[in-house]
Structure formats: C-alpha cells, structure tokens
C-alpha cells in the first residue's frame, strides 16, 4: 500500500493524525513536526499584504447557495449579527461572507457595533468579466457598508485555465488593489486543475482551499491537496482552509477534524460555519486540545 493510502485509510477509520504522522511515519510534508498549543484566537499572519486576522474564520457560507446559506436560513440579520458580535467579543477577528451566501447584510448590521477596522471581511465573487467584477466590488461595499474589502476571492473556480478565462476580472481588482479599495485578492478553487494552477500566479495572494482528514468535499484526496497547498505556501502566498469538517460530514467527528486542521502547518487559518453560539463556543473551546491531542499516542 502506498504511503498516502495508508494515511488516507487509517484517518478515513479514526486514527488520531498527528499520531500517524508521528510514530509511523514522521512527520510528512505539510505536517507540523512537534505539538503548538494554539487557540481560535490567536492572530496569525496571512499573505503578503499584512492580514492579520484571527486563526479561526466565522464562516457563514454552510451549504450555500443561489443567494442564501443556512446560516442566513435560520438566524436571519439580526440572528447572524448577534453571532458575528458573539464571536468578536470572544476574539474571533476573521469574518467570512461571499455574494452567493447572501450574508453581506448581516455582516453590515454587526458592523454597526464593531470598529470596521477591528475585523478582516473576505467575501468573494464568481465573476468572470471586468464590467461585472467592477459592478459586484462596488454593490459588494454597499452591502457591506465598508470603504474597502480585506480579501476578496474569485469564488468556486473550476476551470484549469482560469488565468486567461477571468482575466478581465483580475485585473480590475488589480486596479481596486492599486487604489487600497481591495488589501489583497485570492482564489477559491473547486477543482484539483484549478488548484495546481495557483503556487505560479503572481496574481494569488491568498488561496482558500477545501481540506480535511478523509477527503469529504475535496478536490482530490487529502495527500495530493496537501501537496498543492505546501507549493503555494512556498510561494510566500496565504492559505486559509474551509470544509474543515467536510461540510458535516464530520459533524459527528468535530475533534479529530479540528486536530487534523490543527496538524497542517501548510494552512495559516481556517473557516467553519457555526449556526449558533453554542456551535461556535465548542469550536473555541476544543481548538487548543485539538491543537496538541495524539502527539503522545
């Protein structure tokens, strides 16, 4: 058996990572070496334009779709304002929307409580053109109620030669970058030959990438997109990790998931998309046991 199937398989049955890494292995590329205890508020360096946003991202984007998400679903604005203010009172400066949750409101009505320059906002936008990237940032700070955006991603890219396809999109938020209106831009793919595109685009600042210990909701298997990610963090870019628990898929594995994201040191932060406070407290709460669990297994 191959070295990344036999990791794959002793994950995929509930083996502790960092363990396996460890004591079968060594640690393997994009694994931490040694144990660091590490907290959902910790603020960590992300790209190379001076983000500096809390480890753990409150997403808002779980199983969204066409303008909503469960979150906008079932707490409404006032709801997910009540979250987003729940988290920043707790640390949480990391707060992650996207056109296609249809969460900017809900960001803007927690915004009326918090200092804008107290959170870093990524959102995201799945145009492919100029004149309607240049319509979605401006409708995008309406939204927000915000001057500018902290991070702003080509959102669910799945072609290979993205590129040339969005060129035209690029470069006007090359020009809204110029102008301090975007901090910094990046991508989130949705496929492996997307994926394999970014460590060589000087356009990519940040990357968000679908990561997990069994491969749920991935772009390939767990190896192979550790591979990629290790590339684009050699390439000085940021990586943020989402779908950590597979898009609920490890609902029911919430700690051996969160060791796993806490075990990549190819990763700068991640999102997961809480639905209520009590969610987000437990993630808060299990991220510094998860951060050092198994190493002694």
């Known amino acids: 058996m191959k070295r990344r199937d036999f990791i794959r398989a002793a994950l995929a049955a509930g083996a502790p990572v960092a363990a396996v890494q460890k004591r079968l292995f060594g640690a393997t590329a994009g694994y931490s070496e040694k144990p660091t205890l590490r907290y959902a508020q910790d603020v960590v360096s992300l790209g190379p334009d001076g983000l500096r946003p809390s480890r753990l991202a409150m997403g808002t984007g779980t199983s969204g779709f066409r303008g909503a998400s469960n979150q906008t679903r079932k707490l409404g604005v006032g709801g997910l304002a009540d979250l987003y203010r729940y988290g920043f009172d707790n640390g949480l400066t990391f707060w992650d929307t996207a056109d296609g949750y249809g969460s900017h409101p809900h960001l803007k009505s927690a915004l009326q409580h918090i200092p804008?320059?107290?959170?870093?906002?990524?959102?995201?936008?799945?145009?492919?053109?100029a004149k309607?990237?240049?319509?979605?940032?401006?409708?995008?700070?309406?939204?927000?109620?915000?001057?500018?955006?902290?991070?702003?991603?080509?959102?669910?890219?799945?072609?290979?030669?993205?590129?040339?396809?969005?060129?035209?999109?690029?470069?006007?938020?090359?020009?809204?970058?110029?102008?301090?209106?975007?901090?910094?831009?990046?991508?989130?793919?949705?496929?492996?030959?997307?994926?394999?595109?970014?460590?060589?685009q000087e356009f990519i600042d940040v990357d968000l990438a679908r990561v997990n210990a069994i491969g749920a909701r991935m772009d390939a298997d767990p190896a192979t997109v550790i591979d990629e990610l290790c590339k684009i963090k050699a390439a000085g870019k940021g990586v943020i990790g989402m779908k950590i628990l597979g898009e609920g898929v490890l609902r029911n594995r919430v700690?051996?998931?969160?060791?796993?994201?806490?075990?990549?040191?190819?990763?700068?932060?991640?999102?997961?998309?809480?639905?209520?406070?009590?969610?987000?407290?437990?993630?808060?709460?299990?991220?510094?046991?998860a951060s050092t669990l198994g190493w002694n297994a």
Request: with cysteine; net charge neutral.
């Open 116 to 129: 804008r320059e107290k959170v870093v906002i990524m959102t995201k936008s799945t145009s492919t053109t």
């Open 132 to 200: 309607a990237m240049r319509d979605d940032i401006e409708r995008f700070r309406r939204e927000l109620g915000t001057d500018y955006i902290d991070l702003l991603l080509l959102h669910a890219v799945r072609e290979e030669d993205w590129p040339v396809r969005r060129r035209g999109a690029m470069d006007v938020i090359n020009e809204y970058k110029q102008k301090g209106i975007v901090r910094s831009r990046g991508i989130s793919c949705h496929s492996l030959p997307a994926l394999q595109q970014v460590h060589s």
């Open 255 to 289: 700690g051996e998931a969160l060791q796993h994201a806490m075990a990549l040191d190819c990763i700068d932060c991640f999102t997961i998309g809480a639905e209520n406070r009590y969610e987000l407290a437990d993630l808060m709460r299990r991220i510094p046991q």
